[in-house]
T-cell receptor, first 111, second 112 residues
Framework: SQQGEEDPQALSIQEGENATMNCSYK?????LQWYRQNSGRGLVHLILIRSNEREKHSGRLRVTLDTSKKSSSLLITASRAADTASYFC???????????FGTGTRLQVTL | NAGVTQTPKFRVLKTGQSMTLLCAQD?????MYWYRQDPGMGLRLIHYSVGEGTTAKGEVPDGYNVSRLKKQNFLLGLESAAPSQTSVYFC???????????FGQGTRLTVV
């Protein structure tokens, strides 16, 4: 089974609204990363948060991490149609050096 | 700067045929990964490498083999393709275990 699972699986919002996606994982981590994938393309890195950090910002992105609950959230503020994509969380686990991904959230931003 | 390049981009195989997918990166990265992406399953790690000459199994290694003879290349082999291996395959690399991963554009493989 996969390390991470995103919630919701799909999200549809209007332009200008905020989008929140959640990620839950199973084992202890070194860091957690969020990636974006446009249809038919490779993944692009968005933001990384380390296990000793609780919140991080990058432009319109805000990521939180709660290691006690083994969960993270990605907030995209003031969404745009160009934000339409799938978003994945990825966790890096300790000594295994494995970068494993969740199942993803499909975000649709409409005008 | 090409980044991560995957070859080929598309391929159709018959059941039982073999093939090799090539991943090349020009960023001098130590870590390289092979994933497969299926609808509703996200990305699943097949094999990965933490340096030249090293390989390790991921979540779904069965039916695949890999080699990392040169630092810049990571090869994924299918010895006897099966329809269950129909998928989109992605290669990724990173400079160190804690850093962001850079992805190729994917290889769409169909096994009939």
């Amino acid at each position: 089974s996969q390390q991470g699972e995103e919630d919701p699986q799909a999200l549809s919002i209007q332009e200008g609204e905020n989008a929140t996606m959640n990620c839950s994982y199973k084992t202890s981590i070194n860091n957690l990363q969020w990636y974006r994938q446009n249809s038919g393309r490779g993944l692009v890195h968005l933001i990384l948060i380390r296990s000793n950090e609780r919140e991080k910002h990058s432009g319109r992105l805000r990521v939180t991490l709660d290691t006690s609950k083994k969960s993270s959230s990605l907030l995209i503020t003031a969404s745009r149609a160009a934000d339409t994509a799938s978003y994945f969380c990825a966790t890096l686990t300790g000594t295994a050096s494995k970068l494993t991904f969740g199942t993803g959230t499909r975000l649709q931003v409409t005008l | 700067n090409a980044g991560v390049t995957q070859t080929p981009k598309f391929r159709v195989l018959k059941t039982g045929q073999s093939m090799t997918l090539l991943c090349a990166q020009d960023m001098n990265h130590e870590y390289m990964y092979w994933y497969r992406q299926d609808p509703g399953m996200g990305l699943r790690l097949i094999h990965y490498s933490v340096g030249e000459g090293t390989t390790a199994k991921g979540e779904v290694p069965d039916g695949y083999n890999v080699s990392r003879l040169k630092k810049q290349n990571f090869l994924l082999g299918l010895e006897s393709a099966a329809p269950s291996q129909t998928s989109v395959y992605f290669c990724a690399s990173s400079s160190q275990v804690a850093a962001e991963a850079f992805f190729g554009q994917g290889t769409r493989l169909t096994v009939v």
